[in-house]
T-cell receptor, first 115, second 117 residues
Framework: GAGVSQSPSNKVTEKGKDVELRCDPI?????LYWYRQSLGQGLEFLIY????????KSGLPSDRFSAERTGGSVSTLTIQRTQQEDSAVYLC?????????????FGPGTRLTVT | AQKVTQAQTEISVVEKEDVTLDCVYE???????LFWYKQPPSGELVFLIR??????QNEISGRYSWNFQKSTSSFNFTITASQVVDSAVYFC??????????????FGKGITLSVRP
């Protein structure tokens, strides 16, 4: 079956512009996670969705970052007024249910470059 | 707070050598899960194994084996008879399990493994 998909695969934007990153989880997966992978910080958790609600947003680095999920499926991560330090690979993962006994399946990521 | 340490940053071996990737974790919880993921040059994270804190049995899957020791808070990964296709970045990760919370992963910094022909 289809895995987690993300779009775009690459995004180059100018500092100060807004960007939207999209994640399509595996069908039927109720839990969805966003992570960020950067050279300096490694892999960091950003936000978690269970269905359409986000009970844990503790990893979002600033109020410029927001995310939503609709229909218990597609999720969009929005970064407003991008800064150069936002440059990273943004990874989305989904799992069948919440709980560590269900492994997370990762998408290919969106590489964001802020110039 | 939970923490995962992968002290090795880069390892280079010749094909057919055995190699062990170290992982040390910190957590205050008694119930937790440990993971290994592989990230090949293509970039996509590939799940390798999950182990819960109550199961200390070693696991073997083909050329891969994992050694979980709670006494030393370690979850090491060994590749036997390495192959060029094993070249990748390997991440160890930890997830705590408690009521009402999510299962976000805390990752180590990763180990870059290069297998030379």
């Amino acid at each position: 079956g289809a895995g987690v998909s993300q779009s775009p695969s690459n995004k180059v934007t100018e500092k100060g512009k807004d960007v939207e990153l999209r994640c399509d989880p595996i069908s039927g997966h109720t839990a969805l996670y966003w992570y960020r992978q950067s050279l300096g910080q490694g892999l960091e958790f950003l936000i978690y969705f269970q269905g359409n609600s986000a009970p844990d947003k503790s990893g979002l680095p600033s109020d410029r970052f927001s995310a939503e999920r609709t229909g218990g499926s597609v999720s969009t991560l929005t970064i407003q007024r991008t800064q150069q330090e936002d440059s990273a690979v943004y990874l989305c993962a989904s799992s069948r249910r919440r709980g560590s006994s269900y492994e997370q399946y990762f998408g290919p990521g969106t590489r964001l470059t802020v110039t | 707070a939970q923490k995962v340490t992968q002290a090795q940053t880069e390892i280079s071996v010749v094909e057919k050598e055995d190699v062990t990737l170290d992982c040390v974790y910190e957590t205050r919880d008694t119930t937790y899960y440990l993971f290994w993921y592989k990230q090949p040059p293509s970039g996509e994270l590939v799940f390798l194994i999950r182990r819960n804190s109550f199961d200390e049995q070693n696991e073997i899957s083909g050329r891969y084996s994992w050694n979980f020791q709670k006494s030393t808070s370690s979850f090491n990964f060994t590749i036997t008879a390495s192959q060029v296709v094993d070249s990748a970045v390997y991440f160890c990760a930890l997830s705590e399990e408690y009521t009402g919370a999510n299962s976000k992963l805390t990752f180590g910094k990763g180990i870059t493994l290069s297998v030379r022909p």
